[in-house]
């Protein structure tokens, strides 16, 4: 069973940091671009950083580009997103979610098809 | 960037009705076009890739359409688990953009 276990959220000052790690299990990891999705409190969902299998690829929305970085070690079949200088507006539950892929009608086309439960987020001081 | 609007925001139908929802693009995506549901307290679900290829479980009620700018997710026979939230993605261009999503409720 594929599983996707997101942890290392909480409560954080403005301009502080936080690391957030993504287990995965049940499929091989190292196969599957992932990424990171959030969703600020009563909002709609916001993409956040993709990664590829090898981490030779690597995107940001223009909104944390410079702020948080995106890693993963293939070997512990981990995700992760560091969080730096944080702030209010980073309030959000962060998904991590693994990048299916898919052929149909003649082409191949992407979905993010597993989803971790989500980790909290909290900037405030 | 690629702002996708989804509409309306509200769709009102009564159960066992159909309901049809609405995502358009602001410049053409082709068919790198993905429909998520939502439930409150829950990470999104894939419903539909491809614009128009239901992922594997969803039901056949479950149906979408569109290619380019203009897409729409049909939900027919409408049951009391499909009143909850709807989100379109695109990822035919960086960065991958969602639009604001659309709430089904019971009317």
């Known amino acids: 069973e594929v599983q996707l276990v997101d942890s290392g959220g909480g409560l954080v000052k403005p301009g502080g940091s936080l690391r957030l790690s993504c287990a995965a299990s049940?499929?091989?990891?190292?196969?599957?671009?992932m990424c990171w999705v959030r969703q600020a409190p009563g909002k709609g969902l916001e993409w956040v950083s993709t990664i590829s299998t090898t981490s030779t690829y690597i995107y940001y929305a223009d909104s944390v580009k410079g702020r948080f970085t995106i890693s993963r070690d293939n070997a512990k079949n981990s995700l992760y997103l560091q969080l730096n200088s944080l702030r209010a507006e980073d309030t959000a539950v962060y998904f991590c979610?693994?990048?299916?892929?898919?052929?149909?009608?003649?082409?191949?086309?992407?979905?993010?098809?597993?989803w971790g439960q989500g980790t909290l987020v909290t900037v405030s001081s | 960037e690629i702002v996708m609007t989804q509409s309306p925001a509200t769709l009102s139908v009564s159960p066992g009705e159909r309901a049809t929802l609405s995502c358009r693009a602001s410049r053409s995506v082709t068919s790198n076009l993905v429909w998520y549901q939502q439930r409150p307290g829950q990470a999104p679900r894939l419903l539909i890739y491809g614009a128009s290829t239901r992922a594997t479980g969803i039901p056949a009620r479950f149906s979408a359409s569109g290619s380019g700018t203009e897409f729409t997710l049909t939900i027919r026979s409408l049951q009391s688990e499909d009143f909850t939230v709807y989100y379109c993605?695109?990822?035919?261009?960086?960065?991958?953009?969602f639009g604001q999503g659309t709430r089904l409720e019971i009317k």
């Open positions: 993605q695109q990822y035919n261009n960086w960065p991958i953009t």
């Open positions: 049940g499929f091989t990891f190292s196969t599957y671009n």
């Open positions: 979610a693994r990048e299916g892929e898919f052929y149909a009608s003649g082409n191949y086309y992407k979905g993010l098809d597993y």
